[in-house]
């Protein structure tokens, strides 16, 4: 199948879409938090006559009718990040947000999903303006809280699929540090499930000098972590996929005394379910186990996030990845290994048992690519996508997907 010409951006629409991604780029906001953005998001789609509706919070639904036709999903994810910029761009964030904590931190979009805005607002206004090229329906799905695993999750729960009208597939794609103007996708997985834990010790304070008066979660928290460390090592085939990381460790104020209490945060990524259950199951075994053996009280365990699998289903995506070819060219479309991180953008087909593609798109330059030091890479200080061809390529590559299914 060959879809019809897709609507082309002129130099007026490519103006307002860097000026707009500019914006976005420098009021980012933290995961459901996003206030501030889906006001923005809404300004525009009223703008555009287009029906949308809020849901999850701070998510925005859009609803774009062209007459009979297939429905068809594309999701774009709007949240920053607690970081503090240094890219030293014109449009930097100087943005501060609050942690539930109470805390107040730096904001950046050091993700990209600046990126993802503006370059769905820009496939909206197109496919307003050109409604002959399509027929159907197309739900843009702006999401929040992509970082923290809470976004979908909040969307689903606020009935999205029973406000919005049912797609037969749901497309996406993220903004990577591979060379822009290129697509890259997998089929089948495409990026891990993802578990975080926050590991509470109870154990028995007491001063530096008197340990047998003690039980030190300290001790106790090295014996957990040093045997966590096993699990992929010693339970889990070598021919299978799964990291265990342990993020944080915090324990104690002062060097002469044995704290009541320790805690670590860990963070478990595999692709296949059976694999991370059995992983999941390894760490409550050897947490329990350990502090039996060290005679301290059942530890607590509160889990901070779970990310979904996202999978691409193998007919959808080899059907896309051709229309992709015909798009940007050959050599611009790259298969490539599934990635070891997470998204939640899985969850919004899996609820309704449709198919979904999830794709990169490249945002550096050769020269940032081939140059000295450390890559700019996703959740980095540094990490800025040049504008150009990134932000062009992301529209065609949604106006690709979306026409493919919708096309006139």
């Given at each position: ?225 040093t045997r966590i460390q ?110 070891m991180g997470s998204e ?65």
């Amino acid at each position: 199948m060959t879809i019809p010409t897709a609507p082309q951006l002129t130099d007026d629409l490519s103006d307002q879409m860097h000026q707009l991604y500019r914006h976005l780029h420098a009021h980012p906001e933290l995961s459901m938090q996003e206030h501030a953005t889906a006001e923005l998001i809404e300004q525009r789609l009223t703008g555009l006559g287009v029906e949308h509706f809020r849901c999850g919070g701070t998510g925005v639904v859009a609803v774009l009718r062209n007459g009979d036709g297939p429905t068809v999903a594309f999701r774009a994810d709007t949240d920053g990040l607690p970081l503090a910029e240094d890219t030293g761009v014109d449009y930097a964030s100087t943005a501060t947000g609050h942690l539930e904590d109470g805390s107040e931190v730096p904001v950046m979009h050091g993700c990209g999903h600046d990126t993802h805005v503006a370059v769905l607002l820009t496939t909206a206004q197109l496919l307003v303006e050109a409604r002959n090229a399509w027929a159907g329906t197309v739900v843009l799905i702006f999401q929040p809280g992509e970082e923290t695993a809470a976004g979908a999750k909040a969307m689903l729960e606020d009935g999205l699929w029973d406000r919005a009208p049912l797609p037969e597939v749901v497309f996406g794609q993220h903004v990577m540090p591979s060379l822009a103007g290129t697509i890259s996708y997998s089929a089948g997985d495409a990026m891990a499930l993802a578990d975080s834990w926050k590991v509470t010790i109870h154990g028995k304070g007491a001063h530096a000098s008197q340990p047998q008066d003690s039980t030190d979660p300290i001790v106790l928290g090295a014996h957990m972590i040093t045997r966590i460390q096993t699990i992929v090592s010693r339970e889990i085939d070598a021919r299978r996929a799964a990291v265990v990381t342990i993020g944080t460790f915090h324990g104690g104020l002062k060097e002469n005394i044995i704290p009541a209490s320790a805690e670590f945060t860990l963070n478990v990524r595999a692709f296949d379910p059976a694999i991370r259950d059995h992983v999941l199951g390894a760490l409550r075994r050897i947490i329990s186990a350990e502090a039996a053996a060290s005679g301290a009280p059942e530890p607590t365990v509160e889990v901070l996030s779970t990310f979904p699998r996202n999978y691409n289903d193998p007919a959808a995506t080899a059907a896309l990845v051709e229309q992709f070819r015909q798009a940007l060219g050959e050599e611009n479309v790259v298969e490539i290994e599934p990635l070891m991180g997470s998204e939640d953008f899985g969850a919004l087909g899996a609820a309704i048992g449709v198919p979904s593609v999830f794709w990169m798109f490249g945002g550096h330059d050769a020269a940032t690519l081939q140059g000295e030091g450390p890559l700019p890479v996703n959740h980095s200080p540094f990490f800025a996508p040049v504008m150009e061809p990134t932000l062009s390529t992301g529209v065609r590559a949604a106006l690709t997907a979306i026409l493919s299914r919708v096309g006139a």
